[in-house]
């Protein structure tokens, strides 16, 4: 009886430490799609020559050049926060583009929609909406088995702690 108990214990120790660093793996993807969001910007006001500090919206204003100088991870990740409230969820992201293909007047072959570089432009004055996920929720953790059928647990921040 107790090795089953044992086993039990230890296999919801298992589960919950997976389960832990699984909400600490998507907090951390969250977290970086918000931070290349915002270095997309500031590299965007330095290809401009505008200091950091310059209302985002004037992008909508920038060149499709000047637009299309950041990485695609990071054009993906300004448009994302704009267009998606919950930012692991998937979205397929549209090709980067350029501006004789956005001049030519082609569309994306994949979404068969605008190019990353046209959403930066549209989406620049649009305020994001996306929210950073909660992922806080606390969860149990087996600290020690009392007699045979009784566990002892204390809630924990599956973060911090």
């Known amino acids: ?8 214990t230890a296999e919801a120790v298992k ?6 660093n699984t909400r600490a793996r998507k907090l951390q993807k969250a977290r970086a799609i918000f931070k290349d969001a915002e270095e997309c910007s500031e590299l965007l006001f330095k290809e401009a020559g505008l200091p950091t500090s310059t209302d985002i919206d004037c992008i909508s204003q920038f060149s ?14 300004f448009v994302r926060i704009r267009l998606q ?14 501006k004789k293909k956005v001049e030519d007047g082609m569309n994306c072959k994949q979404t ?6 046209q959403l930066v432009q549209d989406l620049a004055s649009t305020k ?3 929210q950073e996920p ?6 149990f953790e087996i600290t020690g088995v009392g007699c045979s059928s009784y566990l002892i647990v204390r809630l ?6």
């Open 112 to 117: 068969k929609g605008k190019f990353l570089i």
């Open 64 to 77: 499709f050049d000047i637009i299309a100088k950041p990485s695609a991870s990071y054009l993906e990740a």
């Open 1 to 8: 009886m107790n090795n089953k108990n044992a086993d039990r």
């Open 15 to 20: 589960d919950l430490e997976e389960a832990r």
């Open 85 to 98: 409230k919950n930012v692991l969820e998937s979205w397929k992201a549209p090709s980067k583009g350029s």
């Open 128 to 130: 994001p909406v996306a």
């Open 134 to 139: 909660d992922l806080v929720a606390a969860i």
């Open 156 to 161: 924990r921040c599956s973060l911090c702690c």
